[in-house]
């Protein structure tokens, strides 16, 4: 029996074919990934004094069920300025910047984690500026919220 270069190639085609069907049917499927929703919550700019210490505070909480918080951005324009995320139970603080930068800094939890916030839970948005300058404002700040449904993850 003698085989010729169209048979050999075919064979290596088969083969590859063979291999790559293994591959594709042996690979678990992957969820498809959730689309991520996004709200805001604003924290307003205030007079602030000289020497003054100013803390603001709002509250968000999801008003359709569960969700995973997977990430945050904020804006906070004033250098001195603090804002912390806080979740409950226990005033968790989940996350934190420092302000001064015009640039947005998303931050996000690890792939496939977030914090849990059950239905009638809030987030609480603590900004926290002291002024050590003359009398001015405190520029407030914008804190987004990246979020997933809980319901199917």
Not at 39 to 47: D, F, G, H, V, Y
């Amino acid at each position: 029996m003698h085989l010729g270069r169209n048979d050999i190639g075919l064979g290596i085609a088969l083969a590859w074919l063979a291999a790559a069907t293994l591959v594709w049917v042996g690979t678990p499927d992957r969820s498809r990934m959730r689309p991520v929703s996004i709200e805001a919550m604003t924290l307003p700019s205030q007079k602030i004094g000289t020497s003054e210490t100013v803390k603001l505070e709002t509250d968000w909480a999801h008003p359709q069920g569960d969700v995973y918080v997977v990430g945050w951005s904020t804006h906070i324009p004033a250098p001195p300025a603090v804002v912390s995320l806080i979740a409950p139970p226990g005033e968790t603080v989940i996350f934190r910047a420092v302000g001064g930068s015009s640039e947005i800094k998303p931050q996000f939890f690890p792939g496939s984690s977030g914090f849990l916030l059950k239905r009638g839970e809030q987030l609480r948005a603590l900004y926290t500026v002291t002024n050590t300058g003359p009398a001015g404002e405190t520029h407030g700040a914008i804190v987004l919220i990246y979020f997933v449904p809980a319901h199917g993850n």
